[in-house]
T-cell receptor
Framework: AQKITQTQPGMFVQEKEAVTLDCTYD???????LFWYKQPSSGEMIFLIY??????QNATEGRYSLNFQKARKSANLVISASQLGDSAMYFC???????????FGQGTELSVKP | GAGVSQTPSNKVTEKGKYVELRCDPI?????LYWYRQSLGQGPEFLIY????????DSGLPNDRFFAVRPEGSVSTLKIQRTERGDSAVYLC???????????FGPGTRLTVL
């Protein structure tokens, strides 16, 4: 069973607008972490934001925020005030308690239009 | 400070050859991870080291793949008898002792002709 699902292969957003990238996950472990990474065309995976399953508040990092809905098992990434440099692939990932590995989704390609 | 570095950045080899890919983690990071990313896919886990020992090698696809981290710092991923299906970007990541976050290197693009 796929543990991380990103249903949007591609998304477009106008510069300066906000955009939400969807991520749902599947785990029976009560303790886990959720991550978002950005991968520009250069190929490097850039860490954006982290949410722990027991965190009471949604994580925020600058223009990035994570809309964490535990009961729905969703961890959507919200990018506010999009910039041209935000154009990239975005990956959602999960790490279960006691595991080292990250499990990644298929990614969403975001294109920011001027 | 310096990030995770990987060498070479590109490697082209012929089917059946042996290759080594190197990863130099961020100083002080105790955990090191290898992933493989095929075109259009998310990274897939290969192996994870905590210190010198492999804590989880469940992602290695077969016994042609092997990785070492003899001194708990630099790691080498070794692929024997390469096949065309091994062509991918091999990503290395490291994480510090007190955080879950993994920081990735730029990757090695392996092409098997």
């Amino acid at each position: 069973a796929q543990k991380i699902t990103q249903t949007q292969p591609g998304m477009f957003v106008q510069e300066k607008e906000a955009v939400t990238l969807d991520c749902t996950y599947d785990t029976s472990d009560p303790s886990y972490g959720l991550f978002w990474y950005k991968q520009p065309s250069s190929g490097e995976m850039i860490f954006l934001i982290y949410q722990g399953s027991y965190d009471q508040q949604n994580a925020t990092e600058g223009r990035y925020s994570l809309n964490f809905q535990k009961a729905r098992k969703s961890a959507n990434l919200v990018i506010s005030a999009s910039q041209l440099g935000d154009s990239a692939m975005y990956f959602c990932a999960m790490r279960e308690e006691g595991e080292g590995k990250l499990i990644f989704g298929q990614g969403t390609e975001l294109s920011v239009k001027p | 400070g310096a990030g995770v570095s990987q060498t070479p950045s590109n490697k082209v080899t012929e089917k059946g050859k042996y290759v080594e890919l190197r990863c130099d983690p961020i100083s002080g990071h105790t955990a090191l991870y290898w992933y493989r990313q095929s075109l259009g896919q998310g990274p897939e886990f290969l192996i994870y080291f905590q210190g010198t020992g492999a804590a989880d090698d469940s992602g290695l696809p077969n016994d042609r793949f092997f990785a070492v981290r003899p001194e708990g710092s630099v790691s080498t991923l070794k692929i024997q008898r390469t096949e065309r299906g091994d062509s991918a970007v091999y990503l290395c990541a490291s994480s510090p002792p007190t955080r879950d976050t993994q920081y990735f290197g730029p990757g090695t693009r392996l092409t098997v002709l």
